[in-house]
């Protein structure tokens, strides 16, 4: 098949499009011919070997949906012929963590185009457990550019407890967990405020469905207070140091702070009385369960959620795709169309 990989992690311009062994079906895997693939800034940190891949030749990409091509032994309730979506948090399905449903704590936990082979290519194999049903008339671009950004902001919304009526405040929009945090978000029922230092960004995010947005470069936490009356019931972080103050001064008493990744560098300072007497909660996050996935899928085929696409690349121009990802002026998810 062909497929996009990595020989070495110098950088976006290390993919090279070879032709390599299709993948071989284990039990209780099915093989996928995709049809549309995305790319997540994982990507790019994965072509720069941070996170470094776990064997060479590495496949990158975590997000697809296709056909189902072949089937593994001890697969049932899917058909060759289906059209799936994939789920790329990929669990080993035994242990007590898997057990519970609680597959972020498993310790053979992998994430599909980091630990495992991914998504841009003709065929990947995966778990039958990491595919969920495509509905007819399901738009096809949509379904296989959600999986990781979206998947990830549920899980940060359901761990924050956001209900309806909250303030949501997401720093950062534009990026694809941000971005999808904002519309989860509205689809619960919060009124959402925004951050960016881009004020395309926040325009869009303002006709998006946002209440109010802020310029991330400044004292957004007074702004947000000014225009609401009180702080956030929740904030979704992403960005680290260069937005962390202003994001913990954001919240309300007893508010929550849910954090999955640190765009600007890996270490903050909290002032620790601030943090207690205002009894706020911070909370790390990484990826989803099925459960999860499932929920934020239900909310996107409801049409309750939109997935934004900000463009679609053939699958040969994926240098292309890749360099608009980096350039960090895309609005939505980076797709790419494939055969
Ligand atoms: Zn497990």
Known sequence: MRAWVLNETNGP????????PTP??????????????????????V??????????????????????????????GIAIGDAVTINPSVSCGKCAACLAGDTPYCRSYGILGEHLNGTLAE???????????????MDVTAAGSYGLAY????????????????VLLVVGVGGGVSGAAQLIGQAMGADVYVT??????????????????????EEFAGELKKSVGRGADVVIETVGP???????????????????????????????PYLFFKQLEVIGSTMFDHAEFEQVTRLIEGGSVPVVVDSVYPFEELPHAIERLDSGLQRGKVAIQHG
């Open 13 to 20: 311009e290390s993919f090279t499009l070879e032709d390599v």
């Open 24 to 45: 071989k079906l284990e039990y209780g895997e099915v093989l996928i011919r995709l049809e549309v693939s995305a790319l997540n800034h994982l990507d790019l940190w």
């Open 47 to 76: 072509s720069r070997g941070r996170p470094a891949p776990h064997h060479f030749p590495h496949i990158a990409g975590a997000d697809g949906t296709g056909e189902i091509e072949a089937i593994g032994e001890g697969v049932t």
């Open 123 to 137: 065929y990947v194999v995966v778990p039958a457990r990491n595919v969920v049903p495509r509905p007819a008339g």
């Open 151 to 166: 998947g990830t902001a549920m899980r940060m919304l359901r761990r924050t407890r956001l209900r309806s009526g909250d």
């Open 196 to 217: 960016s230092r881009s004020p395309d960004k926040i325009a869009d995010a303002l006709e998006m469905g946002a209440t109010g947005g802020f310029d991330s470069s």
């Open 242 to 272: 260069a937005t962390w103050n202003q994001s913990i001064r954001s919240l309300d008493p007893g508010g929550r702070l849910a954090i999955c990744g640190s765009a600007s560098g890996p270490k903050v300072e909290i002032s620790v």
